[in-house]
């Protein structure tokens, strides 16, 4: 830990700093995806799934609110990092120094799992959804006229989530670490979270059993690998506690006067 403890004030000041970095690299970033928010919607209108979809604007503004929205799903993207940096640098003093290493090593892993859960919604679920609604309608006998904005807004719904579902073996790691959650309670209520992900599965799509099965199974084994992963961080806190008990037994036993 820090060797004396920050004032309130200092707290404030500290929170600040962190935050004006954050906004600084944010409007970088927003300027960034000004630049490149143009050819990312043109990639995704003659994608597989949007080609034989004639995407229409409803209103003057919908191609507006169309950059504006690509370019800050962009820049926060690409602001990730440097807020998850800037949150562990706010609370780094209140860890010891393996933690402070170790929950800096988690950043990267973040950054990727999101990416990686985005990527498996739009290549694997999202083609799905949109089959299975296409489907629907001709089934139905409907016309479907989609607008340009809904396409997008039902496209960043179905996949910003998973980015944020696919941190499930970070978020467990950094629980297991801090020795807030262990394994054999992750393995003795693994029925319950079993059935929380049935549900967050059938939140995420359609009422199709094929995507349902999709979304269910590899959510189920990022659970099982986040189980592998908790109970090597566990080891790691058991560990570090033990040396941090001998640690404080020694501090205790030089202060002591001599005999």
């Given at each position: ?230 109970k090597i961080g566990y080891r790691k ?23």
């Amino acid at each position: 830990m820090e060797e004396r403890d920050m004032t309130t004030v200092e707290h404030i000041i500290e929170l600040r700093k962190r935050l004006m970095i954050i906004v600084v690299f944010f409007v970088i970033a927003v300027i960034i995806s000004f630049f490149m928010a143009g050819p990312l919607i043109q990639f995704l209108q003659v994608s597989e799934e949007a080609r034989d979809i004639s995407l229409n604007a409803f209103k003057i503004t919908d191609p507006f609110k169309i950059l504006i929205s690509v370019m800050m799903v962009l820049a926060i993207v690409m602001t990730s990092p440097i807020i998850l940096y800037q949150v562990w640098a706010f609370i780094s003093p209140g860890l010891y120094q393996k933690e402070r290493t170790a929950t800096l090593s988690y950043i990267p892993f973040i950054f990727l799992l999101f990416i990686a859960g985005v990527s498996f919604s739009y290549y694997v679920v999202f083609p799905f959804v949109i089959h299975f609604m296409a489907d629907l309608a001709t089934d139905l006998n409907i016309v479907q006229t989609i607008g340009i904005n809904e396409y997008f807004e039902f496209l960043f719904q179905l996949t910003i989530p998973f980015g944020f579902v696919f941190q499930m073996p970070v978020v467990l790691l950094f629980l297991t670490r801090l020795g807030i959650l262990t394994p054999m309670m992750l393995t003795k209520y693994r029925k319950y979270i079993y059935l929380v992900l049935v549900v967050v599965a059938d939140i995420l799509t359609p009422p199709d059993i094929m995507s349902h099965v999709l979304v269910t199974l590899p959510l189920l084994l990022l659970f099982e690998f986040s189980i592998v992963i908790a109970k090597i961080g566990y080891r790691k806190y058991i560990k570090a506690e033990a040396l941090q008990q001998i640690e404080e037994a020694k501090r205790q036993n030089e202060s002591l006067p001599p005999q």
